[in-house]
């Protein structure tokens, strides 16, 4: 059996019906986009930029020099998103648009209505299933209503006061950073919902393994890449992870290394399998009724992880430097 594009049509994949963004948001994209909204300044910020440029301006920014994907444009591509779309049971008609643009990214963008932008770089980098997966990723951001803070940033990064005179006056380091981090966080929500788009693990992994090192499976492994991954998380002491977080602080995305650790992570703790089975919290009710103190232990949690790691660090650090001052001191 083909498509209509004449191409073999693609395995059955679980409808996740009715599936809510909660049951894979990432408990510190959560937390993150809390923190964001208390920083002073940012609903000003939102607000100023929404009302002066709206959505019909975001759109003329992007969409002016990209090929809107339908059934005689990019017939794949378009045959593709409407199986994922399918698969998240996502029945609004979300715009997906390719830019001819060589570096491999993609991105959701706009305002009330939310749309997706491919880079060309990225169609030749990735086979279908990890196209799949990058639409899934995408199609997870307008799903969880990250769209609008995701183009709120590129403006702020992209535009500058030059363009935003409006702006002038508010202090937007601060809310360029809080922005840079919930940006990064919102990245591992969405690498869940690639998953569940294309439920083909491996796939999802090979993704970022490729934009890490490109598109040659002949020359990568990615067994291998995992094991790398593994490797930079547990590297180092209390100094690496401050060069660490010194590293990704300015960057939109969190390294490929620890996207792939983090998923990688998610499956083994069977979040997916069940998932699957179709444990899962629905739109709706189900979702609207879930306790907000839910989301605060989940993110507490998350991050109470991460600093007992950090104060361990510094704690046997601490304990070798007076190792180290006791014995030099034995031997005089």
């Known amino acids: 059996m083909s498509d209509p594009t004449g191409l073999p049509a693609a395995r059955p994949r679980k409808v996740l019906t009715q599936i809510a963004p909660v049951a894979w948001e990432h408990p510190a994209d959560r937390a993150a986009l809390q923190t964001l909204r208390s920083v002073p300044g940012f609903d000003e910020v939102v607000k100023k930029i929404y009302g002066l440029i709206g959505e019909r301006?975001?759109?003329?920014?992007?969409?002016?020099?990209?090929?809107?994907?339908?059934?005689?444009?990019?017939?794949r591509l378009h045959s593709l998103f409407t199986e994922v779309r399918?698969?998240?049971d996502w029945p609004p008609e979300t715009q997906l648009y390719v830019s001819q643009t060589p570096f491999a990214n993609a991105g959701a963008f706009?305002?009330?209505?939310?749309?997706?932008?491919?880079?060309?770089?990225?169609?030749?980098?990735?086979?279908?299933?990890?196209?799949?997966?990058?639409?899934?990723?995408?199609?997870?951001?307008?799903?969880?209503?990250?769209?609008?803070?995701r183009t709120i940033l590129w403006l702020l990064l992209n535009a500058g006061l030059s363009a935003l005179p409006f702006l002038a006056g508010i202090a937007l380091l601060p809310i360029e950073l809080a922005?840079?981090?919930?940006?990064?966080?919102?990245?591992?929500?969405?690498?869940?919902?690639?998953?569940?788009?294309?439920?083909?693990?491996?796939a999802s992994l090979r993704m970022h393994l490729k934009f890490a090192g490109g598109g040659d499976m002949k020359q990568m492994d990615l067994d291998s890449f995992l094991v790398q991954a593994k490797e930079y998380e547990e590297s180092g002491g209390a100094l690496d992870r401050i060069f660490k977080i010194l590293g990704v602080m300015l960057r939109t995305h969190p390294f490929n290394t620890v996207r792939a650790a983090e998923l990688q992570r998610w499956i083994e703790a069977g979040h997916y399998d069940r998932?699957?089975?179709?444990?899962?919290?629905?739109?709706?009710?189900?979702?609207?009724?879930r306790p907000l103190d839910k989301d605060i232990d989940e993110a507490r949690d998350h991050y109470m992880k991460e600093a007992k790691a950090a104060v361990k660090d510094v704690v046997d650090g601490a304990k070798r430097a007076a190792q180290a001052f006791s014995d030099a001191f034995k031997k005089k």
């Open 86 to 88: 399918t698969t998240l």
């Open 275 to 289: 998932i699957l089975r179709g444990e899962y919290t629905h739109r709706g009710p189900e979702a609207e009724q």
């Open 179 to 202: 922005l840079l981090e919930w940006y990064r966080k919102s990245e591992m929500s969405s690498d869940r919902a690639g998953l569940l788009a294309t439920q083909d693990p491996p």
């Open 57 to 75: 301006g975001v759109r003329l920014i992007f969409q002016a020099d990209a090929v809107r994907v339908g059934p005689r444009q990019f017939p």
């Open 110 to 149: 706009g305002m009330d209505e939310p749309f997706i932008i491919v880079n060309s770089g990225a169609l030749k980098l990735l086979d279908e299933d990890e196209t799949r997966a990058l639409l899934g990723h995408e199609l997870g951001h307008v799903m969880s209503g990250h769209a609008l803070y």
